[in-house]
């Protein structure tokens, strides 16, 4: 029996989509480990939003995992997550790794893991959240397919080859071709500064944290003059990591028109009093990371890509893969809309006042620069 001429479109329609939408293996149950170079809040943000769309994909049963309060860990939410959201996907009680960021224990954590995935065999799955994690769990072929999120570049940092292809059968990272380009192009077109304070590590791992590549081509396409102050930046100690980030603001105040605030591991709590002397000065700063230090007095960042949608992107990710594809085969190139964040009390500390041009494209606007000192 034909269906009716009305209902054909319909039926193809159907057809179509259903052959396109990646399904789970049947009956397999993957098991899902973690690893992070050590706490921050974006590795917070991506992994709770990557758990609640996999939840609205079906592929777990409950993906509304808290995110705490006054720290930065991730592990109690794994803890969480190993306990609430069973499913296709269910996440190891003990497969939480984190280094601390620690550069002694990395090397520690990144055995245990290729040592339990090959000898014990009980992980189907690797989320590699940081540059750190990205790296070690992708320089070897573990078997066993890896998603790289959170990294600035995983092109820059060796993750993978290309935005275009991963080269690797078994690993994904989420690219956003020409991020820091946007952003320090920018910056220039609001402030014209012609000297930029950039503090970075002065490490290979450190430079493509800072994505100073990237930094350096933009700056010299703009005409400015780069003026840098290298300490590390990527440490556990979070009182040495504000020293270093001080000693370099001290260093540069003096000597620059704007200032570029890189990735680094300081607490957020610290900001306020870490941007005082650059706000004294009437010197505008931009956070590479996102909003989340504008709300804590840097002047302006793009508005992050929402994690919202960076975890939809990683949960089609993973979803393809349980349908039967390949990661390298999907496509890693995340394109968001992105506006200004921009927080008003530095602004009028400094002695801007932004023109209706430049507030007609923020997306988040901050009134306040938080009292931490309590």
């Not at 052959?19 to 690893?35: D, E, F, I």
């Not at 980030?245 to 605030?261: H, Q, S």
């Not at 706000?279 to 960042?301: H, K, M, N, R």
Request: glycine letters at 8%; charged letters at 20%.
């Amino acid at each position: 029996m034909s269906l009716p001429v009305l209902f054909r479109p319909l039926a193809v329609l159907f057809l179509a989509v259903f052959l396109t939408c990646p399904l789970p293996a049947s009956g397999k149950t993957w098991r899902v480990l973690y690893v992070e170079g050590g706490p921050y809040t974006n590795y917070q943000q991506t992994l709770a939003w990557t758990a609640r769309a996999l939840a609205r994909l079906g592929l777990i049963e409950n993906g509304d995992v808290p995110v705490p309060q006054n720290t930065e860990s991730s592990r109690g939410m794994w803890t969480w997550l190993s306990e609430n959201a069973g499913g296709t996907l269910t996440f190891l009680a003990d497969g939480h790794y984190s280094a601390d960021w620690d550069a002694g224990a990395r090397p520690l954590i990144k055995d245990a893991i290729l040592s339990r995935i090959r000898e014990r065999r009980d992980v189907d799955m690797v989320i590699a959240m940081g540059t750190w994690a990205g790296l070690d769990m992708t320089q070897e072929d573990l078997g066993v397919p890896v998603f790289s999120m959170s990294v600035t570049d995983a092109v820059a940092a060796g993750i993978v080859a290309s935005a275009e292809d991963s080269g690797k059968d078994n690993v994904h990272a989420q690219l956003e071709p020409g991020r820091f380009r946007r952003q320090l192009t920018i910056f220039h077109e609001i402030f014209h500064f012609k000297k930029l304070g950039v503090p970075y590590e002065d490490t290979p791992e450190g430079r493509q944290t800072a994505a100073m590549d990237e930094i350096e081509s933009t700056a010299r396409d703009l005409g400015v003059e780069l003026v840098t102050c290298t300490a590390p930046l990527d440490l556990p100690d979070g009182d040495q990591v504000f020293k270093n980030l001080k000693f370099c603001i001290d260093t540069l105040a003096g000597k620059v028109d704007a200032f570029y605030l890189t990735y680094n591991s300081l607490p957020m709590k610290r900001m306020p009093e870490l941007m005082e002397p650059l706000i004294q000065a009437g010197i505008p700063t931009f956070a590479q990371a996102g909003p989340e230090a504008v709300g804590y007095g840097v002047l302006l960042s793009l508005a992050q890509a929402s994690f919202r949608d960076m975890g939809e992107f990683e949960a089609e990710a993973i979803a393809a893969v349980l349908g039967g594809k390949k990661p390298r085969d999907i496509t890693q190139i995340f394109e968001p809309e992105l506006g200004l964040a921009v927080n008003l009390k530095t602004a009028m500390r400094i002695g801007w006042n932004p023109p209706l041009e430049i507030l007609a494209a923020v997306d988040e606007i901050y009134q306040q620069i938080p009292d931490v000192s309590r």
